[in-house]
């Protein structure tokens, strides 16, 4: 039996997969001790997948590197800062560049996909798993007027009897092309963009995901309208079993 573990980080992101193959995949890194209880003894991460270059989302990325674990895979934004890029500030891009040299150096191979031209067949399968790349679509992600969250990773990951979508913190212009261009997006666990912002909660994105279960990462108070009234209230309409906020019911686990 799998788990997929979606750990409280406060108003930051990490998941941890553990398939029923036992190897270990991890979704957004923050907080590393925190989320050291639910890594493998070994020590090896089969594959990172860091949906932007938020702090939020790779801070913990330095826990890894200092406690020495491995990851054979490290998937990312394909985006690309400009000078003068409010959406990331210099400093936090450079750390993120430092620590992507730091695994590539340990021999973890990188990758920064685009969305995948064809939906027939997932864009990996591995360990018992199907992983599908929904988003970034490449002309929203490379346009002159991009910001980070419009180059944010949005992918599904499959096993025999579940599925969940990771979004991070995926921009509406990014989600709703997702939802326009993409049938059979959920279907079962949502893990929504933002921590509840009412940037990513794009409606048409949220009704054609379809979720049994929604997952908001998140704490209040940290940033104004996180968790946005809206924008739950979108959620709670369109889920069809249970919403679950991490803040309120603590670390989540889903058997698969």
């Not at 991070?168 to 509840?196: E, P, Q, R």
Request: charged share 25%; hydrophobic share 30%; glycine share 6%.
């Amino acid at each position: 039996m799998g788990n997929l573990w979606c750990i409280n980080v406060g108003c930051a992101d990490t998941s941890i997969i553990i398939s029923d193959t036992g190897h270990c995949f991890m979704i957004d890194c923050y907080d590393g001790l925190t989320f050291k209880p639910y890594l493998p003894i070994n020590k090896r991460i089969r594959a990172l997948f860091i949906t932007h270059q938020h702090y939020d989302h790779f801070k913990g990325m330095g826990y890894l590197i200092d406690n020495g674990y491995t990851v054979d895979y490290l998937i990312h934004s394909p985006y690309e800062r400009r000078y003068g890029d409010n959406s990331v500030e210099y400093d936090e891009w450079q750390d993120f560049k430092k620590l992507i040299n730091d695994f590539a150096s340990s021999g973890t191979k990188i990758y920064k996909p685009y969305r995948q031209n064809d939906l027939k067949e997932p864009w990996w399968e591995t360990s018992g798993l199907k992983i599908w790349m929904y988003g970034p679509e490449s002309n929203i992600a490379t346009s002159d007027s991009r910001e980070l969250h419009d180059a944010c990773l949005v992918f599904g990951i499959e096993t025999k009897t579940r599925a969940c979508l990771f979004t991070g913190d995926a921009s509406d212009k990014n989600l709703n092309y997702i939802a326009n261009h993409t049938k059979n997006i959920c279907n079962d666990i949502l893990h929504v963009s933002h921590h509840g912002s009412i940037n990513g909660a794009d409606l048409d994105f949220i009704k054609k995901c379809s979720a049994k279960y929604t997952v908001v990462s998140t704490k209040s108070g940290v940033h104004d309208s996180i968790p946005d009234s809206t924008a739950m209230r979108r959620y709670n309409e369109n889920t069809s079993e249970a919403i679950y906020r991490t803040d309120r019911d603590g670390i989540l686990k889903f058997n698969f």
